[in-house]
């Protein structure tokens, strides 16, 4: 378990979980927004312009440079998306210098990068820098692209795209390769400016340090003003009249079978614990229902497993078959469900489901980022559940709950990417 102290500074709120585990301190900075399809190509493009250069370190080069002078640190950038909710991650990893035998101040050294990293980009007559926005766009162009080469990411984009067409949740993290030529330094920068202002940002900073060590640092260096916060409602979604079947074919030679479901249950809800089970006997994990009798069994899928996406009440289903076992992969998969549903599942299942939820928990938290992540969950949630609370819900789990959440599980789309006519089987 972990302690985590929680302080509002101005606009920003500052996490501080102590731990002498690491001989590291890991900086997390995380910055919220609606997914909007008006900006979230923008919101993609600014993290990896910002991890180039600073005011006080005008390259890739000199940055780079000096973080390697804080004895290597690290620096990365990610996006994410949760529920409809479209996140920018900023991470540096830096030594603790009680380790080193250094009297260098490391901790409040790499605030002071992240603060320039956040506030003081390197800019030109008042915007970015041209050269690397241009580089960038480069850049996100290729990622992209790149998910059309990735036929497993692919199919569960363009599930996600059928399923949910018309709602933000449709948006990819990455935004719309469409609208990258249409950005310059100038736009981007007002952007920035923007999200400065009104974007949620919580700061973490997970080490062997307390909030009083470095409560001083975070309000000089992080000037943020203070904003009103307010949780984004999930678009309620037009109930089917029949599952939507979606048939797409290219050149592939083994076939991407992807199902979504709505579980009509979220991070918020009471029983999303029972969710969490419900979906480990189904096909969360290696003992489950899909992979040994899709997978095993009938020898059907190269994979078949299904996931939930906690915040936005979605579960997926993903199989690789042979394109000619569409209608049998199917069946199968149904099949599961179906037996879900009537409760066809031992005491021994939940037991062992329990068990791999409750160790995948902990082992999460066994590293600083799992950490974070976990503690995010209560940031996008309106929902505050300690990890503790969190574990005891799993383990009060019944077969009498995870049957009634079955009951609110839905198929709403099947997608399925396969090869053209005549190519070789």
């Not at 506030?119 to 990622?143: D, H, M």
């Not at 996931?307 to 009440?313: A, D």
């Not at 409760?343 to 939820?357: L, M, N, R, Y």
């Amino acid at each position: 378990m972990f302690r985590e102290e929680v302080k509002t500074i101005g606009g920003l709120r500052l996490h501080v979980i102590p731990t002498k585990k690491y001989k590291t301190n890991t900086l997390v900075l995380k910055m919220k927004a609606p997914l909007c399809e008006r900006d979230v190509t923008m919101r993609a493009l600014i993290p990896y312009v910002l991890q180039n250069a600073t005011e006080r370190h005008p390259s890739m080069k000199a940055l780079r440079t000096y973080l390697d002078e804080l004895y290597g640190a690290t620096l990365q950038v990610d996006l994410a998306k949760k529920g409809e909710n479209h996140i920018i991650t900023i991470r540096m990893d830096v030594a603790n210098e009680k380790f080193l035998g250094t009297t260098s101040p490391l901790l409040r050294e790499a605030l002071t990068l992240f603060s320039d990293i956040l506030f003081r980009p390197l800019t030109e007559q008042g915007e970015f820098s041209v050269a690397i926005v241009e580089q960038e766009k480069r850049a996100l162009k290729q990622k992209i692209q790149s998910l059309f080469d990735d036929k497993m990411r692919y199919a569960q984009h363009r599930l996600i795209e059928e399923m949910y067409k018309g709602s933000p949740y449709a948006l990819d993290v990455h935004g719309k390769l469409s609208d990258i030529d249409t950005i310059d330094a100038k736009r981007l920068y007002k952007h920035y400016e923007h999200m400065l202002k009104h974007d949620e940002i919580d700061l973490y900073i997970v080490g062997d340090v307390a909030l009083t060590d470095v409560e001083h640092d975070v309000v000089e260096r992080f000037p943020l003003e203070a904003r009103s916060l307010c949780s984004t409602e999930t678009t309620t979604l037009t109930k089917r009249t029949s599952v939507q079947e979606v048939i797409e074919k290219q050149h592939v030679k083994q076939g991407k079978l992807h199902l979504g479901y709505r579980t009509n249950t979220t991070y918020n809800d009471a029983d999303y614990d029972a969710l969490q089970v419900w979906n480990g006997i189904f096909g969360g994990f290696a003992h489950s229902k899909l992979f040994m009798n899709v997978r095993e069994k009938a020898s059907l899928a190269y994979y078949a497993a299904s996931r939930i996406e906690s915040h936005q009440g979605m579960m997926m289903v993903m199989a690789g078959i042979e394109p000619s076992n569409y209608e049998r992969a199917l069946e199968i998969i149904h099949a599961q469900a179906e037996a879900m549903r009537n409760g066809q599942f031992s005491d021994e299942e939940i037991i062992q489901t329990k068990a791999v939820i409750r160790n995948q928990l902990l082992e999460t938290v066994d590293t600083a980022r799992g950490m974070i992540e976990i503690s995010y969950h209560n940031v996008i949630a309106t929902r505050q559940r300690p990890l503790d609370e969190w574990l005891e819900a799993i383990e009060k789990v019944t077969y009498e709950d995870i049957v009634r959440i079955g009951e609110k599980i839905e198929l709403d789309t099947i997608y399925f990417l396969t090869e053209k006519e005549g190519e070789k089987k």
